[in-house]
T-cell receptor
Framework: DTGVSQDPRHKITKRGQNVTFRCDPI?????LYWYRQTLGQGPEFLTY????????KSRLLSDRFSAERPKGSFSTLEIQRTEQGDSAMYLC?????????FGQGTRLTVV | GQQLNQSPQSMFIQEGEDVSMNCTSS?????WLWYKQDPGEGPVLLIA?????ELTSNGRLTAQFGITRKDSFLNISASIPSDVGIYFC?????????????FGEGTQLTVNP
């Protein structure tokens, strides 16, 4: 049990479509992170929430990406007008000041 | 930006052998973390290191936070088949960076029974 549930586990979409992923922490955590992992690479930071406030965004997060955490609990990550380069594993993590605990991820394939 | 160089990229060992992998950085980190990732799953935290010079064990795993704060290593003793997976190091600068993690590219470990 990682303490983080992500939905869906897998998503196949056509190029140009919009997709939305959801992250549900099982217990309360102030900090919530989104990372992206492409094949053969380590995860790369996308964005970070402290409660409902989005405090930091990576340059990787283009205008087509938006993340929310409306009540400081679950979070959503939306990608608009998907491109083939968006194909990756999208990981949600929760944690404190130092450690981060990851969910199982959502594998996105853009065809 | 910060980069972590993790080596080796892959290892093929026999069951029972010891394994060592390391991570170096051009930047100083305040925290080093080691994760293991199985195919199709998220990374699972193995060991966290908080102070320069710190040596921490978790079962057959031992990790050290380098004195210069720019490197860390992970040792696995008496490897078993379930140790197969990708091992990632991750460094964290601290509060000023929002606690984001910078990951290495991973070490793929294969254990032959």
């Amino acid at each position: 049990d990682t303490g983080v549930s992500q939905d869906p586990r897998h998503k196949i979409t056509k190029r140009g479509q919009n997709v939305t992923f959801r992250c549900d922490p099982i217990s309360e955590h102030n900090r919530l992170y989104w990372y992206r992992q492409t094949l053969g690479q380590g995860p790369e930071f996308l964005t970070y929430f402290q409660n409902e406030a989005q405090l930091e965004k990576s340059r990787l997060l283009s205008d087509r990406f938006s993340a929310e955490r409306p009540k400081g609990s679950f979070s959503t990550l939306e990608i608009q007008r998907t491109e083939q380069g968006d194909s990756a594993m999208y990981l949600c993590a929760v944690g404190g000041v130092t450690e981060a605990f990851f969910g199982q991820g959502t594998r996105l394939t853009v065809v | 930006g910060q980069q972590l160089n993790q080596s080796p990229q892959s290892m093929f060992i026999q069951e029972g052998e010891d394994v060592s992998m390391n991570c170096t950085s051009s930047s100083i980190f305040n925290t080093w973390l080691w994760y293991k990732q199985d195919p199709g799953e998220g990374p699972v935290l193995l060991i966290a290191l908080y102070k320069a010079g710190e040596l921490t064990s978790n079962g057959r795993l031992t990790a050290q936070f380098g004195i210069t704060r720019k490197d860390s290593f992970l040792n696995i003793s008496a490897s078993i088949p379930s140790d197969v997976g990708i091992y990632f190091c991750a460094g964290q600068l601290g509060e000023t960076s929002g606690s984001r993690l910078t990951f290495g590219e991973g070490t793929q470990l294969t254990v032959n029974p």
